[in-house]
């Protein structure tokens, strides 16, 4: 087989002479000496060869000007050997060459100049390799190199100027395992980069402005990062990206702050992060965005309003995530949605998901169409199943009604707490809010506050409570409201403002009053009064305490008005060790009383 291949080729017009463990192909000027059992490159390769294949080989070493003949060479492929060393100027002469791998080997270090003369070189692939530093200049050579693949390796540094020289690189994957910062400095000299993959990044956070320079980029992808939980609120600065990937990453909240400059985004994957809520509002200014992907996360709601503003949104695939259901209340209008995944949550079929259903031979499921989990009838239909004319009957909800309509009317005393009740069925279980008189809903934080299990909470009720509140119980089909009234008696109204301590509920609620009554028992004249006697007071018992003692010196006598203190000094006690003179006499000085 051999022998007919190099008769092949010997009787072609240019004089093939194919090394004996390769296959040359003439007509396409190939020598595929893939699998030949070759520890080095072999000697004497024909200079016309176009494609040189040495994949799956032993070779442990390219040495100094090993293809130097080869000047016509379009293509080299070196990966799955045993490369550990490239000598400087070992591709030297490869002016032609396009395409260079050298994946799957086992380089920890490409040497500075190991690239030269590779001046049309548009492809390197160095993955797979285990290089731990990417030194500067490395690649100073390649300035028509327009994809570089470094993934799989154990990268731990990025020298500032490894990447000086790549002016024309557009697409560049990295791994950024063992990474303990970002390249940024590095990726800075990447002017005309379009497309950036991280793969496995080894960081908790994406730093702030960790990609400020390349404003050529129009798709980020960081994958495979299990520590990321967040990114910084300026990571993202810099970019006008239209696709970003963050995928199997451990976000755990909606980067709505990192990503909201990017208004020419359409492409959004957040895959695989443990992501609970999309909230209402917050990504709007992603105008032009069209597809979101969050497959795989820890969705339990998509809340009404979340994708408004998104008015060319065609793809939502939210599969494999724990949503109950998708109202089509979140999306600015469902006429531009094509494509949606919704298999794999624990939907609860009911009105709120009718118009999926509806919409069910016009959106694209991906093959996976919806189906019903947790509804009793209902449970593993799926929606195709659904027949059209039954639908009304079968995805049903029930209005909220709220329990125990007796009417609430307190009236209590100023300082005390009142506490009402607000619960509600239907079906899906009604949401309980609570309005004040002036119609704001109420919080759950503050005195008069709306406690999680629904009720309305007034603390140390002022007069200015009082009013009618009103519960708002609604769900998906309806509302239903009750109104309770509150009326606080004031302490008997005296002509003036009463004195109010600004952490004053932490007083007991009712302090008791002068005559009885509930009222706190002072304004702003009686403390200034008390201050002031309180001030006297003091002033005047200071007073007769120095009076007393100045008559009782007087009955001492004359008063010495100097004091004189002899002493020994500490050094003529330790003169031997100390080393200081040998002064023995007293020290003696004279104070001057005051
Ligand atoms: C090169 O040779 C190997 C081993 O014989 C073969 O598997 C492969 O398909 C060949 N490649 C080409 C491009 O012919
Ligand atoms: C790089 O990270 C991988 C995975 O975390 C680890 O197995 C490997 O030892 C690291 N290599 C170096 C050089 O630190
Ligand atoms: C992901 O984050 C959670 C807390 O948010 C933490 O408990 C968990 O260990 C993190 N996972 C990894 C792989 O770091
Ligand atoms: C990142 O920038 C944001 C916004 O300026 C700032 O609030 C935040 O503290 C910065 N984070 C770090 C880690 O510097
Ligand atoms: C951002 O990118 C879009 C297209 O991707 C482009 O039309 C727009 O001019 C860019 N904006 C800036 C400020 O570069
Ligand atoms: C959603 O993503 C998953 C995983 O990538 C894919 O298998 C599925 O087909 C997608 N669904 C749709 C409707 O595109
Ligand atoms: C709600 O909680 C408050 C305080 O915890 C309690 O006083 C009230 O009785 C509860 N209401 C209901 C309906 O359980
Ligand atoms: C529910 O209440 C809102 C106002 O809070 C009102 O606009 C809406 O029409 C009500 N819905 C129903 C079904 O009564």
Redesign the pocket.
């Known amino acids: 087989m051999l022998l007919s291949c190099c008769g092949v080729a010997l009787t072609s017009e240019t004089h093939w002479l194919c090394p004996s463990s390769c296959r040359c192909n003439a007509t396409v000027l190939e020598l595929n000496c893939s699998l030949g059992q070759l520890t080095r490159v072999p000697d004497g390769l024909p200079q016309e060869a176009k494609l040189l294949n040495l994949t799956h080989n032993a070779i442990k070493t390219l040495a100094r000007q090993q293809f130097h003949a080869l000047t016509k060479l379009l293509d080299l492929d070196l990966s799955n050997n045993l490369l550990v060393i490239i000598e400087v100027e070992a591709f030297l002469g490869l002016q032609s060459l396009r395409t260079l791998r050298l994946s799957h080997n086992h380089l920890k270090i490409i040497p500075v100049g190991a690239f030269a003369s590779l001046t049309n070189l548009q492809l390197l692939d160095i993955s797979s390799n285990q290089i731990l530093v990417f030194l500067d200049f490395t690649f100073r050579e390649l300035a028509a190199l327009r994809f570089m693949k470094a993934a799989d390796n154990d990268v731990v540094y990025i020298s500032h100027q490894a990447f000086t020289g790549l002016t024309s690189l557009q697409e560049l994957h990295l791994d950024g395992c063992n990474l303990t910062a970002m390249p940024t400095e590095a990726l800075t000299q990447l002017s005309v980069l379009r497309s950036l993959h991280f793969h496995r990044l080894g960081l908790t956070a994406l730093p702030n402005y960790s990609f400020s320079h390349l404003v050529h980029l129009k798709e980020l992808v960081i994958s495979h990062c299990p520590w990321l939980e967040s990114l910084s609120g300026n990571s993202l600065f810099g970019l006008n990206l239209t696709s970003l990937t963050i995928k199997h990453g451990n976000l755990s909240a909606f980067p709505y702050i990192p990503l909201h400059h990017l208004v020419y985004l359409i492409y959004l994957d957040l895959?695989f992060n443990p992501i609970t809520y999309i909230h209402a509002n917050l990504i709007g200014d992603l105008l032009r965005l069209q597809e979101l992907?969050l497959?795989?996360g820890s969705l339990l709601r998509i809340e009404i309003g979340a994708f408004r503003g998104l008015a060319h949104f065609r793809?939502l695939?939210v599969?494999?995530n724990r949503l109950t259901t998708l109202e089509i209340g979140a999306f600015y209008s469902v006429d531009t949605l094509k494509?949606?995944?919704?298999?794999n949550n624990p939907l609860a079929c009911d009105c709120r998901l009718v118009w999926v259903v509806q919409r069910r031979l016009y959106v694209?499921?991906?093959?996976?169409p919806p189906t019903c989990i947790t509804s009793v009838q209902l449970q593993g239909w799926n929606f195709l199943d659904f027949p059209e004319a039954e639908l009304p009957d079968l995805l049903t909800c029930r209005p909220p009604r709220i329990l125990n309509r007796k009417a609430q009317v307190a009236r209590l005393d100023q300082g005390h707490t009142v506490v009402f009740s607000c619960s509600a069925e239907g079906d899906p279980l009604p949401s309980v809010r609570w309005l004040n008189p002036q119609l704001r809903p109420l919080l759950p934080i503050g005195r008069v506050r709306a406690l999680s299990n629904g009720s309305l909470e007034v603390r140390y009720a002022q007069p200015q409570d009082s009013g009618t509140y009103l519960c708002v119980a609604s769900n998906a089909a309806g509302n239903d409201s009750l109104r309770v009234s509150l009326h606080v008696r004031a302490f008997p109204s005296s002509s003036k403002k009463p004195f109010r301590l600004k952490g004053w509920s932490a007083f007991p609620s009712a302090v008791p009053g002068v005559n009885g009554n509930s009222k706190l028992p002072f304004d702003v004249k009686t403390l200034l009064i008390a201050a002031t006697i309180g001030f006297l007071s003091f002033f005047s018992s200071v007073s007769v305490c120095f009076i007393f003692m100045f008559l009782w010196s007087k009955s001492k006598g004359q008063i010495k008005h100097t004091a004189t203190i002899a002493y020994v000094p500490r050094s003529a006690m330790s003169s031997s060790n100390g080393g200081t003179s040998n002064y023995m006499e007293t020290g003696r000085f004279t104070m001057k009383l005051i």
């Not at 494509?339 to 298999?343: I, V």
């Not at 694209?364 to 996976?368: A, I, L, Q, R, S």
């Open positions: 895959s992907h497959v795989g793809l695939n599969s494999r494509t949606l995944g919704l298999d694209d499921f991906g093959g996976n």
